[in-house]
């Protein structure tokens, strides 16, 4: 028995791996370059180990025991030098040619605004909305159409009234998806689009334990299957859903790496550190090769009904 999973709320999961918070605290911190701070980490560390577990109705692989970040943890993410947001996504470029000059466009969870400031001056207008207050405030100072408030309170008064609904790198956040994706799907015109990227957990992992995979940040990870099932579940039509591929370039750059991937072996315990490798057999050689080909990012596509 653990916590409900995310995606359809049943408490009977597989154990998958097991992380100490202790380290994926550490590592966060090496990783951003400045301290957590105390409060943070006491608020955030609900038991001594991150335990990933995979639904046994669903699928959809999650931590256990979950304390998904609130805004304290993300303005605390997005504090100096903007270190968290990235403003050349792979999905903000497939989503721009879905979009032409008639298109309304929402943006939910805008972050720091980089998807919005790409295509306002392309559409006939594009919203934002996101709970970090800072974060909308300086949207707002830039002239940019900019909101905070929750998805459910925005829905309320906005229903049927976008083309184009986008939730980039938002659900995997979520201790209960399903209320949070209705909402936002409201806002989306009947027949217009749904869009939901998340990273991509059949990806190859290289380069240690990354502790923005981990709560407080992602309490959930997602295969294309789980994004199928989203849409089913919510009747939404699945128009497509689309990995992001490596390209010939990054492999030659990824090439080094992938040798020393095929090569590795599960890291021992040691030192208190555990293992970050899932249990259960060793993934092939074409399996892991498959994976390689994979970049970060998945994206779903949906009719809205």
């Known amino acids: 028995?653990?916590?409900?999973?995310?995606?359809?709320?049943?408490?009977?999961?597989?154990?998958?791996?097991?992380?100490p918070y202790v380290e994926v605290w550490q590592?966060?911190?090496?990783?951003?370059?400045?301290?957590?701070?105390?409060?943070?980490?006491?608020?955030?560390?609900?038991?001594?180990?991150?335990?990933?577990?995979?639904?046994?109705?669903?699928?959809?692989?999650?931590?256990?025991?979950?304390?998904?970040?609130?805004?304290?943890?993300?303005?605390?993410?997005?504090?100096?030098?903007?270190?968290?947001?990235?403003?050349?996504?792979?999905?903000?470029?497939?989503?721009?040619?879905?979009?032409?000059?008639?298109?309304?466009?929402l943006d939910v969870g805008c972050g720091n605004g980089s998807f919005l400031r790409e295509v306002a001056p392309a559409v006939k207008r594009a919203v934002g909305i996101d709970t970090n207050r800072f974060g909308v405030q300086?949207?707002?100072?830039?002239?940019?159409?900019a909101q905070c408030v929750t998805v459910e309170q925005f829905a309320t008064d906005h229903a049927g009234a976008f083309d184009v609904v986008c939730m980039f790198q938002v659900?995997?956040?979520?201790?209960?998806?399903?209320?949070?994706?209705?909402?936002?799907?409201?806002?989306?015109?009947?027949?217009?689009?749904?869009?939901?990227?998340?990273?991509?957990?059949e990806r190859a992992r290289l380069g240690g334990l990354d502790p923005f995979d981990f709560p407080p940040h992602h309490v959930s990870r997602w295969a294309a299957r789980d994004l199928e099932q989203l849409?089913?579940?919510?009747?939404?039509?699945?128009?497509?859903?689309?990995?992001?591929?490596?390209?010939?370039?990054?492999?030659?750059?990824?090439?080094?790496?992938?040798?020393?991937?095929?090569?590795?072996?599960?890291?021992?315990?040691s030192a208190g550190r555990s293992t970050t490798m899932p249990s259960g057999p060793r993934p092939s050689i074409a399996e892991r090769i498959r994976r390689f080909g994979y970049e970060h990012t998945m994206l779903a596509r949906y009719r809205a009904r």
Not at 1 to 19: E, F, N
Not at 138 to 145: A, I
Not at 240 to 269: D, I, K, M, N
């Open 138 to 145: 300086r949207l707002v100072d830039e002239g940019l159409e």
């Open 27 to 105: 590592t966060l911190a090496d990783e951003i370059g400045r301290a957590v701070p105390e409060d943070l980490r006491n608020r955030y560390t609900p038991a001594e180990n991150a335990d990933l577990v995979q639904c046994e109705t669903c699928g959809l692989q999650y931590f256990g025991k979950m304390n998904a970040g609130g805004p304290d943890f993300y303005e605390f993410l997005s504090g100096p030098g903007d270190y968290y947001f990235e403003s050349n996504k792979w999905e903000f470029r497939r989503t721009a040619r879905l979009l032409d000059r008639s298109s309304s466009v």
């Open 231 to 269: 849409g089913r579940r919510l009747h939404l039509d699945v128009v497509e859903v689309v990995a992001q591929r490596r390209t010939p370039g990054s492999v030659g750059r990824a090439a080094p790496r992938l040798l020393r991937h095929l090569a590795a072996r599960p890291r021992q315990r």
């Open 171 to 201: 659900i995997e956040h979520l201790d209960d998806v399903s209320p949070f994706v209705l909402a936002a799907a409201r806002c989306a015109r009947s027949g217009g689009t749904v869009l939901i990227s998340v990273p991509n957990r």
């Open 1 to 19: 028995m653990t916590d409900p999973c995310p995606l359809c709320g049943d408490r009977h999961a597989d154990p998958v791996s097991s992380v």
